[in-house]
């Protein structure tokens, strides 16, 4: 079975700083997706981004990136120049490949935003 | 505009009592999932659907049940043999498989036993 590891349940960072949440997992797939999902106070689930595995390129949402390590199974989400309302928990997920939806989630890192 | 509609966003359920919650898309998704969120546990999987008249058991499936008789609804029903029903419920749904995606997630069911 895939498992999904958030060793980091709670970080912090200085407004306007630099902050890496760490991701690893487990799976013997080659085909495969990853995601990073933000879920705010308000509790409402948004994806933050994604990966495809067969992609030697990182993705990049705005200040949003990731380090794919597909190697070493790691998927680490960088949050560049961190507001306020970046504060939430964040949860790491894996996806198999096509044709299977079932997403498995990380326990979640809970990010702090100091002003 | 399109999304996911839970309800009710708060539920109090008595012990021996089943209760069920709604989720309602407008997307036109396919796929459509049911998680329980635990504090430090993050989601665990329930149950899903890929079609209507559908579905397959998660990980905890145990003490719930569900039915997929239109392809918008996705009802979860939390029986009396759910020994620890307290949770936050959230519903989810995809597009089909061959797109690369992930879910569209509803606000939540805060489901507490009294």
């Known amino acids: 079975a895939q498992t999904v590891t958030q060793s980091q349940p709670e970080m912090s960072v200085q407004e306007a700083e630099t902050v890496t949440l760490s991701c690893t997992y487990d799976?013997?797939?080659?085909?495969?997706?990853l995601f990073w999902y933000k879920q705010p106070p308000s509790r409402q689930m948004i994806l933050v981004i994604r990966q495809e595995a067969y992609k030697q390129q990182n993705a990049t949402e705005n200040r949003f990136s990731v380090n794919f390590q597909k190697a070493a199974k790691s998927f680490s989400l960088k949050i560049s120049d961190s507001q306020l309302g970046d504060a939430a928990m964040y949860f790491c997920a894996y996806r198999r490949g096509r044709g299977y939806q079932k997403v498995t989630f990380g326990t979640g890192t809970k990010l702090q935003v100091i002003p | 505009d399109g999304g996911i509609t839970q309800s009710p966003k708060y539920l109090f359920r008595k012990e021996g009592q089943n209760v069920t919650l709604s989720c309602e898309q407008n997307l036109n998704h396919d796929a459509m999932y049911w998680y329980r969120q635990d504090p430090g546990q993050g989601l665990r999987l329930i149950y899903y659907s890929q079609i209507v008249n559908d579905f397959q058991k998660g990980d905890i499936a145990e003490g719930y049940s569900v039915s997929r008789e239109k392809k918008e609804s996705f009802p979860l029903t939390v029986t009396s043999a759910q020994k620890n029903p307290t949770a936050f419920y959230l519903c989810a749904s995809s597009m089909g498989g061959q797109v690369m995606g992930g879910y569209t997630f509803g606000s939540g069911t805060r489901l507490t036993v009294v």
């Open positions: 799976t013997s797939e080659s085909d495969y997706y």
